[in-house]
């Protein structure tokens, strides 16, 4: 199985974006999310992560107070909204199951194609 991340696009320097990750009920309720991203020459690195037990968020340093994880059980969808867009935030952006939250890719599986983000004036 694997998820389908979308969303992005072109945006300016201090835009807004938000990806979506559709899954299914199942992974949800039995996986943790976690959105990472690749630059190009650079490695894939963790972004956020969402817990399926309790709902907790992780956040990697660099984007903490600017994105924000959240779950819609009902469209089955989790969404990374992300504010205050910088240049250095351009990648190709993907979401990911785990057992747990993390931001080790080695650990997460059902990578879909990822999204791109380009933040650019």
């Known amino acids: 199985v694997q998820l389908q991340a979308s969303g992005g696009g072109l945006v300016q320097p201090g835009g807004s974006l938000r990806l979506s990750c559709a899954a299914s009920r199942f992974i949800l309720d039995y996986f943790a999310i976690g959105w990472f991203r690749q630059a190009p020459g650079k490695e894939r690195e963790g972004v956020s992560c969402i817990s399926n037990s309790d709902g907790s968020t992780y956040y990697a340093n660099s984007v903490k107070g600017r994105f924000t994880i959240s779950r819609d059980n009902a469209k089955n969808t989790v969404y990374l909204q992300m504010n205050s867009l910088k240049a250095e935030d351009t990648a190709v952006y993907y979401c990911?199951?785990?057992?747990?939250?993390?931001?080790?890719?080695?650990?997460?599986?059902?990578w879909g194609q990822g999204t791109l983000v380009t933040v650019s004036s």
């Open positions: 990911a199951t785990a057992e747990e939250c993390g931001f080790n890719y080695l650990n997460f599986a059902s």
